[in-house]
């Protein structure tokens, strides 16, 4: 009895089926200043990380970025940052938040200097200048049509005290006004990209499969997998923010020019001096090094 149980045991092991393919799924995972392109299918799960900051809005694709904004002059150092929108398709780019403290600081002390030059690009001011303005702007997150950020400014004038200041506001890309939380919120194209559930766990619901987030209480990360109908989960990796967002690509498809926009934008953000990921693993469990910090920097 005991050598029939050994047998039937080990041909149940030699007859053991490989594990199941994934679904055959393509879609976008925009995670703070990365996005990921993901695709799979019989051969497996794979996944391409670019330094990418993605929005869509009007069934258009636009990477927002930040451009650098200089007013300064011989003896007043002025410069600050900008946010704008760059539609993939068209190449178009459009300002949708202005370092408008820098602007006021450079109008007022052309008022007060009217002879005063501007510097040109090649230009350098002086050693000893009236005073120093320097404003940054952070994306803090995209999500739906909105776009999170942060301000900073900070002034030093001569006998005087120095100012810093910080502000944060909330802009919708499609006009660049800025708008309240609460409206942004109860918008339903927000809720709709935010996906199902809270920041702990949550659920993107697609045609065949779905892509859900967990938070990983000892990484301090959100751990992302897809899954098919029946339960079965492939690992995709972990994001740092908590600002996720899903573009489906499939069902229905993207047509080729929007591809070839989203194809050449996540080649061109390699410029950026950052490293592109590009991950395929076999099998029905993939787990990349997908990392995001949710800032650009």
């Known amino acids: 009895m005991r050598f029939s ?20 799924a393509e879609f976008l995972v925009s995670a ?30 636009y990477e927002i970025f930040v451009g650098e904004v200089d ?19 068209t190449g178009d780019s459009t300002l949708i938040y202005d370092d408008t403290a820098v602007v006021r600081l450079a109008e007022q002390y052309h ?11 090649d230009d350098d001011p002086e050693d000893d200048v009236d005073i120093t303005a320097v404003g940054e702007t952070d994306i803090l997150n995209v999500l739906g049509p909105y776009i999170a950020l942060e301000h900073r400014i ?31 919120l109860r918008d339903p194209s927000v809720q709709e990209a935010a996906g199902e559930g809270g920041l702990v766990n949550r ?8 892509v859900i987030s967990r938070y990983d209480t000892l990484r301090k990360m959100n751990a992302l997998a897809l899954r098919d109908r029946r339960g079965r989960e492939w690992k995709l990796g972990l994001v ?31 410029a950026y001096g950052e490293t592109i990921q590009q991950v395929s693993r076999k099998g029905w469990k993939v787990k990349p090094p997908i990392r ?5 920097t």
């Not at 047998?7 to 994934?22: D, E, H, K, Q």
């Not at 300064?72 to 398709?89: C, I, N, Q, Y």
């Not at 030093?156 to 942004?184: F, S, W, Y």
């Not at 995001?292 to 650009?296: D, F, I, K, L």
Request: charged letters at 25%; proline letters at 9%; a positive charge.
């Open 71 to 89: 007013r300064s002059f011989p003896k007043a150092l002025l410069s600050g940052e900008r946010v704008f929108r760059r539609d993939l398709t």
């Open 5 to 24: 149980t050994v047998l039937i045991l080990s041909l149940a092991g030699a007859c053991a089926l490989p594990p199941p393919p994934p679904p055959v």
């Open 154 to 184: 900070s002034v030093e004038r001569q006998d005087e005290h120095d100012q810093d200041d910080t502000t944060r506001a909330v802009i919708d890309l499609r006009n660049g006004k800025p708008v309240e939380l609460d409206h942004m």
């Open 203 to 210: 659920r993107w619901r697609h045609d065949g499969y779905d």
């Open 111 to 121: 008022r007060d200097h009217p002879k005063a030059r501007p510097l040109g690009p």
């Open 32 to 61: 703070g200043d990365q996005t990921y392109w993901v695709r799979s299918d019989n051969s497996g799960v794979r996944i391409r990380g670019s330094p990418l900051i993605l929005a869509r809005t009007g069934g258009r694709y």
């Open 292 to 296: 995001a910090t949710g800032r650009q």
């Open 240 to 270: 740092a923010t908590s600002f996720v967002q899903i573009f489906w690509l499939d069902k229905p498809g993207i047509d080729p020019q929007t591809r070839h926009a989203l194809a050449r934008a996540f080649n061109d953000a390699t």
